[in-house]
């Protein structure tokens, strides 16, 4: 089973700034590697899939990277909106597994 | 807009079977796989296990003994059967739809979820 490894666990962050998660895979996934943002009492939404491939209506300021082992989730300018627990989640191979989650707070 | 809804009891006995059903609608059900994935504070998200709609399953590992998940593709819905539950198995339990047709894929629409309590 493949481990997904997220951090931080919690990030406190301004309106405006920038934030950066990651999620490290036990072994190499190559790019099979996708983003959820969940709101408390939501259901996860997907924000982006296969590392860095955008979706429709999701904001243009959340930005995949990475490849391999090494992924990072960036959100640019974080509006008060974007408070959310943010989840890695790969699909190079079954079990399907998950992150345990980045929690972002707006100070 | 594709909507899933999950549906079944929210309270099951220890030592016996969750059974959920999720109701596929603006969608059909032939294509995609179609996933149970649940969420509880001690283990976060995890993925129970997909079908196709030619009923060609895929496990997860862990539940693999204990689950069952089968399609009616005449009523567009989907179910899951957990034996033998413990406390272990409460969770807020979800069905999603792959992003492809491949089992490989990312989870693109998702239930509401189903909270599952498992108390005598």
């Known amino acids: 089973e493949i481990v997904l490894t997220q951090s931080p666990d919690f990030q406190s962050v301004a309106p405006q700034e920038t934030v950066t998660i990651t999620c490290r895979a036990s072994q190499s996934i190559g790019r099979s590697l996708h983003w959820y943002q969940q709101k408390p009492g939501q259901s996860p939404k997907l924000l982006v899939k296969?590392?860095?491939q955008s979706l429709s209506g999701v904001p243009s300021r959340f930005n995949g990277s990475g490849s391999g082992t090494d992924f990072t989730l960036t959100i640019n300018s974080l509006e008060a909106e974007d408070a959310a627990t943010y989840y890695c989640h790969q699909s190079s191979s079954l079990p399907l597994t998950f992150g345990g989650g980045t929690k972002v707070e707006i100070k | 807009q594709v909507h899933l809804q999950e549906s079944g009891p929210g309270l099951v006995k220890p030592s016996e079977t969750l059974s959920l059903t999720c109701s596929v609608s603006?969608?059909?059900?032939?294509?995609?796989?179609w996933n149970w994935i649940r969420q509880s504070p001690g283990k976060g998200l995890e993925w129970i296990g997909n079908i196709y709609f030619t009923g060609t399953t895929n496990y997860n590992p862990s539940f693999k003994s204990r689950v069952t998940i089968s399609v009616d593709t005449s009523k567009n819905e989907f179910s899951l059967r957990l034996n033998s539950v413990t406390a272990a198995d409460t969770a807020l339990y979800y069905c999603?739809?792959?992003?492809?047709?491949?089992?490989?894929?990312?989870?693109?629409?998702w239930g509401q979820g189903t909270q599952v309590i498992v108390s005598s």
């Open positions: 603006g969608g059909s059900i032939s294509s995609f796989y």
């Open positions: 999603a739809r792959t992003y492809s047709g491949s089992s490989f894929s990312s989870f693109q629409h």
């Open positions: 296969y590392t860095s």
